[in-house]
C-alpha cells in the first residue's frame, strides 16, 4: 500500500485479555519497529525487525509482550494478559535500510 | 543522561518568525538525524533527515548537523499557525543499532 497501515485503530479491552494489533508496511520496506507512546510521553521503542528477524527486541517490556514478522511483511504485536498499564498508543514503523521511517496512523489501545 | 535530550517547551513564537528547535543526543557513534511533527492525537510525520553535517534546506525548514558537538537542530522560517505542534529529534545507527532513539519532544506555538 502507499504507506503504514495499522489496525485497529481503536482497541478497548478488558484487564486480562489478550489483545494483537496488526502493522502492514510500506511495500518493500524491510524494516519494521514498534514503539510505544503513553499519553503525553514520548516514544518508547519496542522491538525492531530487519526482514522476518528480531535482532532488537531490548524495549519489550515484560514477557507479556510478543511480535512476530512473516514474510518480510505484515507484524502482529501480541500483549498477553493486558494490565491497565499497557494503555497507549502504538505505532508501527517501516524503512529502507538506512533510511527514513515512516508512521502509521498508530492503534489506540484502552484496557479498562 | 538521556540519549536524546529536547526541551519541552512550549516555545512560542510570532507569526512569520524564526523558530528555532535543538536537540542534542549522547552517543557519538550516531549516523542518521530526522525530525519529525506530531500533532496531538496524530501520529509523528516526517519533516526531515540529515545525515553529514552542515545545513539542509527543504521549503520553510532547515536542518543543521554539527556531530563534533552532537547537536541537532531545526530551523522553522516564515512560521505559520499551522505549525504548531510537537516536533520530535530522532537519531538511529549508534553502538550497532538500527533503532530510532525519539526525544520527548518540544511543543511549538505560533501566535497569530
Known amino acids: 500500500g502507499a504507506g503504514v497501515s495499522q489496525s485497529p485503530s481503536n482497541k478497548v479491552t478488558e484487564k486480562g485479555k489478550d489483545v494483537e494489533l496488526r502493522c502492514d508496511p510500506i511495500?518493500?520496506?524491510?524494516?519494521l519497529y514498534w514503539y510505544r507512546q503513553s499519553l503525553g510521553q514520548g516514544l518508547e521503542f519496542l522491538i525492531y525487525?530487519?526482514?522476518?528477524?528480531?535482532?532488537?527486541k531490548s524495549g519489550l517490556p515484560s514477557d507479556r509482550f510478543s511480535a512476530e514478522r512473516t514474510g518480510g511483511s505484515v507484524s502482529t504485536l501480541t500483549i498477553q494478559r493486558t494490565q491497565q498499564e499497557d494503555s497507549a498508543v502504538y505505532l508501527c514503523?517501516?524503512?529502507?535500510?538506512?533510511?527514513?521511517?515512516?508512521f502509521g496512523q498508530g492503534t489506540r489501545l484502552t484496557v479498562v | 543522561q538521556k540519549e536524546v535530550e529536547q526541551n519541552s517547551g512550549p516555545l512560542s513564537v510570532p507569526e512569520g518568525a524564526i523558530a528555532s528547535l535543538n536537540c542534542t543526543y549522547s552517543?557519538?557513534?550516531?549516523?542518521?538525524f530526522f525530525w519529525y511533527r506530531q500533532y496531538s492525537g496524530k501520529s509523528p510525520e516526517l519533516i526531515m533527515s540529515?545525515?553529514?553535517?552542515g545545513d539542509k534546506e527543504d521549503g520553510r525548514f532547515t536542518a543543521q548537523l554539527n556531530k563534533a558537538s552532537q547537536y541537532v537542530s531545526l530551523l522553522i522560517r516564515d512560521s505559520q499557525p499551522s505549525d504548531s505542534a510537537t516536533y520530535l529529534c530522532?537519531?538511529?545507527?549508534?553502538?550497532?543499532?538500527?533503532?530510532?532513539?525519539f526525544g520527548t519532544g518540544t511543543r511549538l506555538k505560533v501566535l497569530a
Open positions: 514503523a517501516s524503512s529502507l535500510i538506512y533510511t527514513e521511517a515512516f
Open positions: 511495500s518493500g520496506h524491510t524494516a
Open positions: 525487525f530487519q526482514g522476518n528477524s528480531a535482532p532488537d
Open positions: 552517543d557519538r557513534g550516531s549516523q542518521s
Open positions: 540529515i545525515y553529514s553535517n
Open positions: 530522532a537519531v538511529r545507527g549508534g553502538s550497532g543499532t538500527y533503532k530510532y532513539i
